[in-house]
């Protein structure tokens, strides 16, 4: 396991190492981290993990999400969603890949109303899919959005696929050191919990800001 007093001044060292080397910009820098994995078999589909981890901060300033979903359900949707797509919007998507591939770029995250998603599925799956950005389902009534929407703008997102390398957007250069790092701890112990062999499974941990070097955090 890792020890938890002496990461997290090793994680709070390597922020500050990161955020010190990367040069001003005229745009905010993302905050990323990298987490390099051994002895991982990655041609056994249980290796190809996919996690989606609760942060204690927000990862960024703005996370946009997109309800796909009809009737009452998309009315209350659209004071709190940045985008509501219905039935007749999804068939549009049907007939141009491009914008459907822009939509998939664009959202960070889909909520979708669950008898629409074999239309869903049908239409938007092979973009969607892809990306692992799948929607969440819920019930066409009764469904409270709010705290839905509210627990995904602090979600990070993360999966194995054909390196052993998990890459997680942790953060923002203008977040506090203290801030980035404990998004950095949640991460790294959900990443253990869900590895065979847990810390013994882990390589390396870099942080880096989007245009600025990596630094290590010694574990």
Same mark, same amino acid.
């Given at each position: ?9 090793? %994680? ?19 905050? +990323?981290?990298? %987490? ?16 989606? /981890? ?11 999400? #997109?309800? /796909? #979903? ?8 659209? +004071? ?8 007749? $919007?999804? +068939?549009?998507?049907?007939? $141009? ?51 839905? /929407? ?28 203290? $801030? ?11 990443? +253990? ?6 810390? $013994? ?15 290590? /955090?010694?574990?």
């Amino acid at each position: 396991m890792l020890n938890g007093a002496i990461i997290m001044s090793n %994680i709070t060292e390597a922020v500050a190492e990161a955020k010190k080397l990367a040069k001003d910009r005229k745009f905010t820098e993302t905050v +990323e981290l990298a %987490i390099n994995l051994k002895n991982i078999d990655l041609k056994k589909p249980e290796n190809r993990i996919k996690l989606e /981890i609760p942060l204690p901060h927000s990862p960024s300033k703005k996370v946009k999400i #997109a309800v /796909i #979903a009809e009737g009452d359900l998309a009315l209350r949707s659209k +004071e709190i969603a940045d985008l509501v797509i219905n039935k007749d $919007d999804l +068939e549009r998507y049907a007939t $141009d890949k491009k914008a459907a591939k822009d939509l998939g770029k664009t959202y960070d995250f889909f909520i979708a109303q669950a008898d629409l998603m074999p239309t869903v599925g049908k239409i938007l799956g092979p973009v969607l899919g892809v990306s692992g950005k799948m929607p969440q389902v819920v019930p066409p009534t009764g469904a409270d959005l709010e705290p839905i /929407i509210g627990r995904l703008q602090n979600v990070c997102k993360m999966r194995l696929r054909q390196n052993p390398v998990f890459f997680a957007k942790i953060g923002t250069k203008d977040m506090t050191n203290e $801030d980035i790092s404990e998004n950095i701890e949640s991460v790294l112990k959900a990443v +253990e919990e869900k590895l065979e062999k847990g810390r $013994d499974n882990i390589r390396s941990i870099y942080v880096k800001t989007t245009m600025g070097p990596p630094v290590k /955090i010694e574990i």
